[in-house]
T-cell receptor
Framework: DQQVKQNSPSLSVQEGRISILNCDYT??????FLWYKKYPAEGPTFLISISSIKDKNEDGRFTVFLNKSAKHLSLHIVPSQPGDSAVYFC??????????FGAGTRLTVKP | KAGVTQTPRYLIKTRGQQVTLSCSPISGHRSVSWYQQTPGQGLQFLFE???????NKGNFPGRFSGRQFSNSRSEMNVSTLELGDSALYLC??????????????FGPGTRLTVL
């Protein structure tokens, strides 16, 4: 069962513009959400997270927004840079149980 | 501090065989989780070990098993391999100390191909 969904397999944006990656989930028990970035031939690296008690968390160019009523979260990257080109995975967990990942969105930032 | 290491990096097996993959977590990390990554399913959780005990388990058949040693190194085993087991298997380690329970550090993965 796909409890975490990333419906856009790919996204292409121009350097300097905003990248918005979306993620939807179905399990209302999830209380912690994370974004991971993955380059080819490397394992995913942690990017940013948000607790369900918040609706926004910001870290430099990266901001994650959480809309619990819509069971939706998004990752904003502003401004986008070519080095941001990677696959981004959305993940969710509850009570420190196993994480559920989305299928990933491949972001391409064009110079 | 060295990162998470996984061996081997690449593996080719045939159907029906079994395979053992190894993961060495970051020094001092006590939790090791295993994930399977396939193009269609994304990252799927296999199981998590903490202090040599399996603490969580995902929805995979019993052919997938694992263990953790006293030095926190972990192995996962897949028996009676099927074509659909071809995937990238990722290991992640977590410190599990206060304030750091959420960040997992992933290894580079083992690419398993089943022919």
């Amino acid at each position: 069962d796909q409890q975490v969904k990333q419906n856009s397999p790919s996204l292409s944006v121009q350097e300097g513009r905003i990248s918005i990656l979306n993620c939807d989930y179905t399990n209302s028990m999830f209380d912690y959400f994370l974004w991971y970035k993955k380059y080819p031939a490397e394992g995913p690296t942690f990017l940013i997270s948000i607790s369900s008690i918040k609706d926004k968390n910001e870290d430099g160019r990266f901001t994650v927004f959480l809309n619990k009523s819509a069971k939706h979260l998004s990752l904003h990257i502003v401004p986008s840079q070519p080095g941001d080109s990677a696959v981004y995975f959305c993940a969710a967990r509850y009570n420190n149980n196993d994480m559920r990942f989305g299928a990933g969105t491949r972001l391409t930032v064009k110079p | 501090k060295a990162g998470v290491t996984q061996t081997p990096r690449y593996l080719i097996k045939t159907r029906g065989q079994q395979v053992t993959l190894s993961c060495s977590p970051i020094s001092g990390h006590r939790s090791v989780s295993w994930y399977q990554q396939t193009p269609g399913q994304g990252l799927q959780f296999l199981f998590e070990y903490f202090s040599e005990t399996q603490r969580n388990k995902g929805n995979f058949p019993g052919r997938f098993s694992g263990r953790q040693f006293s030095n926190s190194r972990s192995e996962m085993n897949v028996s009676t391999l099927e074509l659909g087991d071809s995937a990238l298997y990722l290991c992640a380690s977590t410190l599990w100390a206060s304030g750091d329970s959420d960040t997992q550090y992933f290894g580079p993965g083992t690419r398993l191909t089943v022919l």
